[in-house]
Nanobody, 121 residues
Framework: VQLQASGGGLVQPGGSLRLSCAAS????????IGWFRQRPGKERRFVAA???????WYSDPANSRFTISGDNAETTVWLQMDNLEPEDTAVYYC????????????????WGQGTQVTVSS
């Protein structure tokens, strides 16, 4: 079972990035997929998730800068991040959850290795 996160990089404030989470070794449709981020010196925190029914969940539903989506073949989940701010700088992780609250790390069974996002001018 593997989750491969990619798509991070250096971007200027106001820019966009699209992170990808590719799954192998299991059926992505059986799991909810979440994105977490960890800022330097901080805890890893929930950003967004898409559950097994395709419903999207966000840490801040009023924040429309981030959009989570998946492909129909259920092999990849994306996190589109727009209008990025320096505070979005973090390592972003994707993870798979079979059950439980999608907002908490303990519900996730598998984790990718993380991809660095740096927002700076």
């Amino acid at each position: 079972v593997q989750l491969q996160a990619s798509g991070g990089g250096l971007v200027q404030p106001g820019g966009s990035l699209r992170l990808s989470c590719a799954a192998s070794g299991f059926n992505l449709g059986d799991y909810a997929i979440g994105w977490f981020r960890q800022r330097p010196g901080k805890e890893r925190r929930f950003v967004a998730a898409v559950d097994q029914s395709g419903r999207a969940w966000y840490s801040d539903p009023a924040n429309s800068r981030f959009t989570i989506s998946g492909d129909n073949a259920e092999t990849t989940v994306w996190l589109q991040m727009d209008n990025l701010e320096p505070e979005d700088t973090a390592v972003y992780y994707c993870a798979a959850s079979y059950s439980g609250s999608l907002y908490v790390r303990e519900s996730y069974d598998y984790w990718g290795q993380g991809t660095q996002v740096t927002v700076s001018s």
